[in-house]
Nanobody
Framework: QVQLVESGGGLVQAGGSLRLSCAASGRTFSSYAMGWFRQAPGKEREFVSTITRSGIAPYYADSVKGRFTISRDNAKNTMYLQMNTLKPEDTAVYYC????????????????????WGQGTQVTVSS
């Protein structure tokens, strides 16, 4: 129903910045709540950030709070993740995710809440 295409990953030195984009096609983008997740080798996919359909209520994992900023431009069918002050522990494959469901509470921050996923983009932070 919706296809998600990520871009913007790459290699950056610790302390640097990177901006990820997630372009959506299909059903009206504004119908979806969106999120970013990441997965390092040998680890579970973990929550990074989520943003409401309106884009005014972002939420962040403690590990990225104050450094990452999630945003969306519904007119451009695109979600962004601005990553600043990157650390080596931020190294992972970052995934864009979307959901139509209206969940409530902490379950909204779990990967199981999301119905659609992008292919992932590699972010590598060197020390």
């Amino acid at each position: 129903q919706v296809q998600l295409v990520e871009s913007g990953g790459g290699l950056v030195q610790a302390g640097g910045s990177l901006r990820l984009s997630c372009a959506a096609s299909g059903r009206t983008f504004s119908s979806y709540a969106m999120g970013w997740f990441r997965q390092a080798p040998g680890k579970e996919r973990e929550f990074v950030s989520t943003i409401t359909r309106s884009g005014i209520a972002p939420y962040y994992a403690d590990s990225v709070k104050g450094r990452f900023t999630i945003s969306r431009d519904n007119a451009k069918n695109t979600m962004y993740l601005q990553m600043n002050t990157l650390k080596p522990e931020d190294t992972a494959v970052y995934y864009c995710a979307a959901r139509l469901n209206y969940c409530v509470g902490s379950v909204c921050y779990a990967k199981e809440a999301y119905e659609y996923w992008g292919q992932g983009t590699q972010v590598t932070v060197s020390s």
